[in-house]
């Protein structure tokens, strides 16, 4: 039942792997973002696809590269993980881009880079 | 382009005295105005959101929000505040714009004591 889900909810790996995380909203919603929170929970919008087209992608490094197989899953994928990439990663979806629009939050995946 | 500031990032106080937490926005369109609430290892939820329809807005859990255009303000109240409103709770701006991105302050803490 849960609205937007993501997977894993903690991932703990060494500098230098591949990495994947899931998300999903069975809300039926056109709208799918990543969000990075940094260890001072500052929260910055990463990328943001609609009904499968990307429509924000901010100053990211070519390390990390979302795919969207259908409007109802964003997937992250990060290359050649550093130290820096440590944070805990937010998917969330809306029912339009609108700007006013609400969204809606999965629990976050928590991502260590030893 | 807008921006979001969040005076205090912990705010104390005792249960059952009012909770006052400040957000100050910058925007070069009319914004859209949205506090969200995240709760240990949890996402973000909305509390409450200004979209240019009544200046004093009123949310979840009794908080309120008034939108004062002459303070670039949008600062978010709860007349008597629960053990279960402690959390971190977060201002967010976005425009009429085509960017479609939701910007986020750095949030404030909430503590509250019994």
């Known amino acids: 039942d849960t609205a937007v889900s993501q997977t894993p909810k903690y991932l703990v790996t060494q500098m230098g792997n591949d990495k994947s995380i899931k998300c999903e909203q069975n809300?039926?919603?056109?709208?799918m973002y990543w969000y990075k929170q940094d260890s001072k929970k500052f929260l910055k919008i990463m990328f943001s696809?609609?009904?499968?087209?990307?429509?924000i992608n901010e100053t990211v490094p070519n390390r990390f590269s979302p795919k969207s197989p259908d409007k109802a899953h964003l997937n992250l994928h990060i290359n050649s993980l550093e130290l820096g990439d440590s944070a805990v990663y937010f998917c969330?979806?809306?029912?339009?881009?609108?700007?006013?629009?609400?969204?809606?939050f999965g629990s976050g995946t928590q991502l260590s880079v030893l | 382009a807008q921006s979001v500031t969040q005076l205090g990032s912990h705010v104390s106080v005792s249960e059952g005295a009012l909770v006052l937490l400040r957000c100050n926005y910058s925007?070069?369109?009319?914004?859209?105005l949205f506090w969200y609430v995240q709760y240990p290892n949890q996402g973000l939820q909305l509390l409450l959101k200004?979209?240019?329809?009544?200046?004093l807005v009123k949310g979840i859990n009794g908080f309120e929000a008034e939108f004062k255009k002459s303070e670039t303000s949008f600062h978010l109240t709860k007349p008597s505040a629960h053990m279960s409103d402690a959390a971190e709770y977060f201002c967010?701006?976005?425009?009429?714009?085509?960017?479609?991105?939701?910007?986020f302050g750095s949030g404030t803490r909430l503590l509250v004591r019994p």
């Open positions: 967010a701006v976005s425009g009429a714009d085509s960017s479609y991105k939701l910007i």
């Open positions: 809300l039926g919603h056109d709208t």
């Open positions: 925007s070069s369109v009319p914004p859209y």
């Open positions: 969330a979806s809306s029912p339009t881009p609108a700007t006013n629009e609400k969204l809606f």
């Open positions: 200004y979209t240019s329809a009544a200046t």
């Open positions: 696809y609609n009904n499968k087209e990307l429509i």
